[in-house]
Each structure stands twice: as C-alpha cells, then as structure tokens.
C-alpha cells in the first residue's frame, strides 16, 4: 500500500490525536475538544517544518 | 418562592464520584492483558467504549504499517540501537507475535513508505503502552 505523505500525515495524526484526547481527558466535550486541538496542531507543525525545511537543500 | 431559589444558589455540588482501587493484583492481571490485547484492559474495568476506541487505533495503525512494509524489529544483541525499536515493537502484544510467525514485518527499504510504516509500527506499540498505563491508573482509582 502507497499512501501519499500528506495522507500518511492525516491518518497518523487521527489515530494518535484520538488515542491522545480519550487517556488525557475524561469529559466527551473535552475529549473532542482536545482531540480537535492536537489533530490540527499535527497538522500545523508539518506544515511549518516542511516550509522551513524547503530552502535547505538536503 | 425565595426559599426555592437560596436553595439553587447555596445547594452543595455533587459530592465528586467516589473511586474504588482495585487490589494490585487484579490491577496487573488486567494490565497484562491489555498489553497482549490492545484495549482488553478497559473493556475489563467496564469501558467498553474507550476500549474499544482503542482497540481500534492500535489494531488500525499496525495494519496500516504492515501494509505499508514497516519493519518488525527482533531482539538483536549485534545492533543495541535495535532494542529500543524492538522495545517500541512489543508494545503491541500478541499482534506482534502473529505478525512475526506470519513473516509480515520483514520491511522493503526500497518501498517508498517503508519509513512511514515502521513508525506507525513503532507508533501503535508506543500508544499501546501508554493505554494500559492509563487502566492503571482507572483500576487504582487515580483517575475516574
């Protein structure tokens, strides 16, 4: 199976997100809520690592 | 009318839910089992639906590694660097095992998602660690 990387990124990011929000939260609100903030932060931090790491040719 | 309503504003809040800490034995058994089965452990203290939600994280994230031709590390005495992998590999239980007897995680270096499936690989054990971490502290009553 090939999955692009930006789809490998979404689907590492779900599972550990969810994973993440159920130990660390007890509340279903919470949960989501966190859930949601750790997704999207995944997400962000690939996003900016990959365009600081464009310029430098590794 | 106002007595009512000092009532609302000066009732007591619920007195918080009280937790019962199972004995250290029971507590390990049930840990044991949820290192072997992913999820196994809440779905034995009676959280069928976290458990299941987890079940279904780890089992999803080592299938998706497997596929896509993640590496299963054995215990290597030769590459101590390995063991750390192999640490993060067992994590998963009897999983790991089946997949080890079935040959699956040998790993093709030359497949483009090679790396990202023996992260998920090392991922999914990892999370299995800290789900049963998080029984134990359910079973304890440290957590409700």
Redesign the interface.
């Known amino acids: 199976?090939?999955?692009s990387?930006f789809i490998?990124l979404l689907?590492?990011a779900l599972?550990?997100s969810?994973?993440f929000a159920?130990?660390t939260k007890?509340e279903p609100r919470e949960q989501f809520r966190y859930g949601v903030f750790v997704f999207l932060s995944f997400l962000a931090v690939a996003f900016a690592v990959g365009w600081i790491m464009y310029p430098v040719p590794l | 009318m106002a007595q009512v309503n000092d009532q609302e504003h000066f009732s007591t809040p619920p007195a918080p839910e009280e937790l019962k800490p199972m004995n250290m034995a029971a507590t390990l058994a049930i840990c044991s089992g949820g290192w072997l089965v992913p999820g196994l452990a809440h779905v034995l203290i009676g959280r069928w639906v976290r458990g299941l939600i987890f079940a279904t994280c780890v089992l999803l994230m080592f299938a998706f590694g497997l596929a896509m031709h993640g590496k299963l590390y054995d215990l290597e005495f030769d590459e101590p660097l390995h063991v750390f992998a192999f640490i993060a590999n067992i994590g998963t239980g009897i999983p790991y095992w089946i997949a080890e007897r079935l040959n699956l995680g040998i790993g093709t270096m030359t497949f483009p998602s090679y790396d990202y499936g023996t992260t998920y690989l090392w991922v999914c054990g990892l999370l299995n660690y800290l789900i049963v971490l998080d029984a134990f502290d359910i079973a304890q009553g440290r957590k409700p």
Do not use: K
Request: charged fraction near 0%; avoid cysteine; charge should be neutral.
């Open positions: 199976m090939i999955l990387h490998a689907l590492f599972i550990v969810t994973v159920l130990i007890n």
